[in-house]
C-alpha cells in the first residue's frame, strides 16, 4: 500500500516567519511531487511541482526533495495570514495515480 | 483560459435518488480524475479516464457508482440509490497526459448532500 504521511498539525507560525511543511512517502520508485494547497471550503490549487532532487524555488515558496530520505518539504517565507490553508503533498509514481497525503493546516497568526 | 469546470456547484438530494455529477476539463486534457473528499478528510481517488476509456476504476467505493467520459472531454459521475454515507464533495481534475509527469487541475467540485 502506497503511502503519503504529513502531520495534519496546525501548525502555527507569526507573520513574516517561514513554515515549514513536510512529507514522506513509502513508495520508493515515486517520479513527481506536488504541493497543494486548500484553504477552507475550496478545491486543491496547485502551487509547487518538483521532480529531481534538491531545491525548487517560486517566489516566496521552495520545495525540496530529498529521494534517498523519501522526503519532500514546502517551506514558505515571509508567511502571511492568506498563507493560512491545508497543504497536500501529492506523490506519483510511473502510473497515472497522484496519492495525496491528509494534508498539514497551516495557520498564520498576524 | 478556462479551468476545469464542475456543475452543480450543489446538490441536496433525498436519500434513495440518484444524481449526475458534470465535469468539464481544460481543453485538451487528455487524463480526467475523479476524487472524493468528506468533511475534514482527504481526497480519495475514485476513478481515472485516459480519453473515453477507465483503465482503473478500481476506487468507485460501490457499484451503485459510475462514470462515463465522451468526446475525451465531459465526464459524469452517476450515484444510484444515494445514501447518506455518500455526502462529501466530489472533485474532478484533469491533466495533459495521465502517465507522464503531469500537474492536475481540480475543478471546484460538487458539494452533495444526501438527507
Known amino acids: ?110 | 483560459g478556462a479551468g476545469v469546470s464542475q456543475s452543480p456547484s450543489n446538490k441536496v438530494t433525498e436519500k434513495g435518488k440518484d444524481v449526475e455529477l458534470r465535469c468539464d476539463p481544460i481543453s485538451g486534457h487528455t487524463a480526467l480524475y475523479w476524487y472524493r473528499q468528506r468533511l475534514g478528510q482527504g481526497l480519495e481517488f475514485l476513478i481515472y479516464f485516459q480519453g473515453n476509456s477507465a483503465p482503473d476504476k478500481s476506487g468507485l467505493p460501490s457499484d451503485r457508482f459510475s462514470a462515463e467520459r465522451t468526446g475525451e472531454s465531459v465526464s459524469t459521475l452517476t450515484i444510484q440509490r444515494t445514501q447518506q454515507e455518500d455526502s462529501a464533495v466530489y472533485l474532478c481534475a484533469s491533466s495533459w497526459s495521465g502517465t507522464e509527469a503531469m500537474e492536475q487541475f481540480f475543478g471546484p467540485g460538487t458539494r452533495l448532500t444526501v438527507l
Not at chain 1, 43 to 50: C, F, Q, R, V
Not at chain 1, 70 to 83: A, F, G, K, N, T
Open chain 1, 1 to 110: 500500500q502506497k503511502e503519503v504521511e504529513q502531520n495534519s498539525g496546525p501548525l502555527s507560525v507569526p507573520e513574516g516567519a517561514i513554515a515549514s511543511l513536510n512529507c514522506t512517502y513509502s513508495d520508493r520508485v515515486s517520479q513527481s511531487f506536488f504541493w497543494y494547497r486548500q484553504y477552507s471550503g475550496k478545491s486543491p490549487e496547485l502551487i509547487m511541482s518538483i521532480y529531481s532532487n534538491g531545491d525548487k524555488e517560486d517566489g516566496r515558496f521552495t520545495a525540496q526533495l530529498n529521494k534517498a530520505s523519501q522526503y519532500v518539504s514546502l517551506l514558505i517565507r515571509d508567511s502571511q495570514p492568506s498563507d493560512s490553508a491545508t497543504y497536500l503533498c501529492a506523490v506519483k509514481d510511473s502510473s497515472y495515480k497522484l496519492i495525496f497525503g491528509s494534508g498539514t493546516r497551516l495557520l498564520v497568526r498576524p
